[in-house]
């Protein structure tokens, strides 16, 4: 099962994108395969992730994931079921995969994130940052391993740190690096 991670802070951070793979390497028992982390430094957010690779288990399903038009990115830890129903819904589309993740996103571009969440049947935990309305969403549906997302508020609601988890330790790991390291 694969893992995500990441940090949205008001606090000018040093070196944010190896804070975000050391958050990720916290946690590389989630997802062996593969290892991504994403930053954008103005903005103040990253999004790190652990992959196993299920569904596509090519380089194309590396996360996290940016959407074919850049305004979504995405860190993603489940499995959409209908996902290749929703693709035909989508219509004919330049796809670079075959993964779950590129049909959330595309989705997210064309319903919107509610419609899309309505319409996605399966199990999953999705750390969302919508670049244009700098905006981070979290989603979170059914038991996946027991996995829970948190949001870690810092000193005065300053930073929120993300972990997923299904051990105490997973977040603990993740928050500890983020604090060491910031």
Known sequence: MCGIAGFLTLIKTDNPFA???????A??????????????EAAGVALAHRRLSVLDLSPAGHQPMVSASGRYVIAFNGEIYNHLDLRRQ????AWRGHSDTETLLAGFEIWGIEQTLQRAVGMFAIALWGRDTRTLALALRGLIDNVAL????????????LGEFSRE????????????LT
């Open 90 to 93: 989508l219509g004919d589309r």
């Open 150 to 161: 948190r949001a870690e508020m810092g000193r005065r609601a300053r930073k929120i740190v």
């Open 169 to 180: 330790r997973v977040v603990a790991e993740t928050l500890a690096v983020y604090q060491e």
């Open 19 to 25: 804070i975000a793979t050391r958050m990720a390497d």
């Open 27 to 40: 946690i590389v028992h989630r997802g062996p395969d593969d290892a991504g982390a994403w930053v954008d």
